[in-house]
């Protein structure tokens, strides 16, 4: 499963980095601790994975970067995100929706609730042109008709003037990919931009995103729970539970030889077609409650490496190897058991 190219190297200056990112979703005298303290850096011309089950905090990380969150019942109570060295959660909204689309953007993983029904994908697309004051009239109109046939829709001119309803999952996802490289951004945030789309289609929407990337050299996040998906297009991985990036590093290292108990779990519960007939072998229990996260490492319920220290201290950051940390207090075990 490891990809066998060479990491990108890590850069001085990340094109995006997250330090300690904390947030908190307040509803009902109940607080659900979604993000808990989760750092990453992504370096410019990368592609790097966010990788995790459900309820891990991926898509939230996600959203508070690209300040998407609504508050209340969100708020972001602690850490950083810098984006090209200036502070994100700083900066004055006006400031960051000019950002929004020049520099950073991002693909839904929802793509009919994501674009407007009353409205063509054509004059949705043309309209970030004419927002940005880029292209205006029928300038804004052709781009956004160009923009279509480079994402691989056929009859461009014609389905510009169709609404997202007329479209399929996957060509909708593809408006959604035109519309969100529209301005030549230098980071794109793709939040599992291939759910509920069959295989053949996936494998299609990943090899235009990944096409994209390179072509532009732009940095590139994917926000998935799919290994595989990981392995083919991902330079570094950052794995998440819990609201916590536990383990970080190169994908062909961490996928190879995973220095945390979590991610080794993921790997052992993948199936293999060497193994047919063999029972699966799957994470026991469930995700923890976030507003209930569990005292020390919150993955100790479901660990088979866990002792008393796990349930009682919350583990420290480990240097598994050059580039790659992991959070779990038996690295070592882990490490010579993957």
Same mark, same amino acid.
């Given at each position: !499963?490891?990809?066998?190219?060479?990491?990108?190297?890590?850069? @001085?200056?990340?094109?995006?980095?997250?330090?300690?990112?904390?947030?908190?979703?307040?509803?009902?005298?109940?607080?659900?601790?979604?993000?808990?303290?989760?750092?990453?850096?992504?370096?410019?011309?990368?592609?790097?994975?966010?990788?995790?089950?459900?309820?891990?905090?991926?898509?939230?990380?996600? %959203?508070?970067?690209?300040?998407?969150?609504?508050?209340?019942?969100?708020?972001?109570?602690?850490?950083?995100?810098?984006?090209?060295?200036?502070?994100?959660?700083? !900066?004055?909204?006006?400031?960051?929706?000019?950002?929004?689309?020049?520099?950073?953007?991002?693909?839904?993983?929802?793509?009919?609730?994501?674009?407007?029904?009353?409205?063509?994908?054509?004059?949705?697309?043309?309209?970030?042109?004419?927002?940005?004051?880029?292209?205006?009239?029928?300038?804004?109109?052709?781009?956004?008709?160009?923009?279509? @046939?480079?994402?691989?829709?056929? @009859?461009?001119?014609?389905?510009?003037?169709?609404?997202?309803?007329?479209?399929?999952?996957?060509?909708?996802?593809?408006? !959604?990919?035109?519309?969100?490289?529209?301005?030549?951004?230098?980071?794109?945030?793709?939040?599992?931009? +291939?759910?509920?789309?069959?295989? +053949?289609?996936?494998?299609?929407?990943?090899?235009?995103?990944?096409?994209?990337?390179?072509?532009?050299? !732009?940095?590139?996040?994917?926000? +998935?729970?799919?290994?595989?998906?990981?392995?083919?297009? %991902?330079?570094?991985?950052?794995?998440?539970?819990?609201?916590?990036?536990?383990?970080?590093?190169?994908?062909?290292?961490?996928?190879?030889?995973?220095?945390?108990?979590?991610?080794?779990?993921?790997?052992?519960?993948?199936?293999?077609?060497? @193994?047919?007939?063999?029972?699966?072998?799957?994470?026991?229990?469930?995700?923890?409650?976030?507003?209930?996260?569990?005292?020390?490492?919150?993955?100790?319920?479901?660990?088979?490496?866990?002792?008393?220290?796990?349930?009682?201290?919350?583990?420290?950051?480990?240097?598994? %190897?050059?580039?790659?940390?992991?959070?779990?207090?038996?690295?070592e075990a882990v490490f010579n058991d993957g």
């Open positions: !499963m490891a990809d066998a190219r060479a990491p990108t190297p890590i850069l @001085d200056a990340p094109i995006l980095d997250v330090e300690d990112l904390r947030v908190e979703f307040r509803s009902g005298g109940e607080t659900v601790h979604a993000v808990n303290g989760a750092s990453f850096r992504i370096n410019a011309g990368e592609t790097a994975a966010i990788l995790g089950e459900s309820g891990s905090g991926k898509s939230v990380s996600a %959203a508070a970067i690209m300040r998407l969150l609504q508050s209340p019942p969100a708020f972001v109570t602690g850490g950083t995100v810098h984006f090209k060295g200036q502070d994100v959660l700083a !900066m004055p909204l006006a400031k960051w929706r000019d950002f929004c689309g020049r520099e950073i953007a991002m693909v839904f993983q929802d793509a009919l609730t994501s674009l407007n029904p009353v409205f063509s994908v054509g004059w949705q697309i043309a309209e970030l042109f004419r927002t940005h004051g880029v292209a205006s009239g029928r300038d804004a109109d052709a781009r956004a008709v160009d923009l279509l @046939d480079r994402v691989g829709i056929p @009859d461009a001119t014609l389905r510009a003037r169709d609404y997202a309803h007329q479209f399929s999952g996957g060509m909708r996802q593809r408006v !959604m990919i035109a519309m969100a490289i529209a301005l030549g951004p230098d980071l794109l945030i793709a939040d599992e931009p +291939t759910t509920a789309l069959d295989v +053949t289609v996936q494998a299609q929407i990943m090899e235009l995103l990944e096409g994209l990337r390179a072509e532009s050299d !732009m940095a590139m996040i994917l926000i +998935t729970h799919d290994l595989g998906v990981v392995a083919d297009v %991902a330079d570094n991985v950052a794995v998440m539970y819990a609201g916590r990036v536990v383990e970080r590093g190169p994908v062909s290292e961490v996928l190879a030889r995973p220095g945390h108990a979590y991610t080794l779990a993921l790997l052992d519960s993948v199936p293999r077609t060497r @193994d047919k007939g063999q029972k699966l072998n799957p994470i026991i229990g469930s995700p923890p409650d976030l507003a209930r996260i569990p005292k020390g490492c919150a993955f100790n319920p479901r660990c088979r490496f866990a002792t008393d220290l796990c349930r009682l201290e919350t583990p420290p950051s480990v240097a598994v %190897a050059p580039g790659r940390i992991a959070e779990c207090h038996h690295v």
